[in-house]
């Protein structure tokens, strides 16, 4: 079965319940609650936060970028030094 603990959050209980199992619509609105539980534990970041995690994301993509180019120009030179440039 389900029980709301004190400080609002939706848990089942655990254990072999001998009590009969949630219907369809029962379980839907026990995962609606669930969620809203969840949510409710999000926090939002500061706007310094999320500036600073963009600009980390957008370094990484940009070193990512310069890493899958520079690959990229080797296999090619590779390519052409041991096949040749068609002529």
């Avoid at 319940?17 to 809203?36: G, Y």
């Avoid at 999000?42 to 990512?64: A, C, D």
């Amino acid at each position: 079965m389900v029980q709301e603990e004190a400080h609002g959050e939706v848990v089942p209980t655990g254990g072999a319940s001998r009590e009969k199992k949630l219907n369809f619509f029962q379980r839907i609105a026990l995962f609606i609650r669930q969620v809203f539980a969840e949510l409710r534990k999000v926090v939002t970041p500061t706007r310094q936060e999320l500036v600073k995690y963009t600009l980390v994301v957008l370094g990484f993509v940009v070193v990512m970028m310069a890493i899958v180019y520079s690959l990229d120009l080797l296999f090619t030179w590779v390519v052409n030094v041991v096949f040749g440039v068609p002529r």
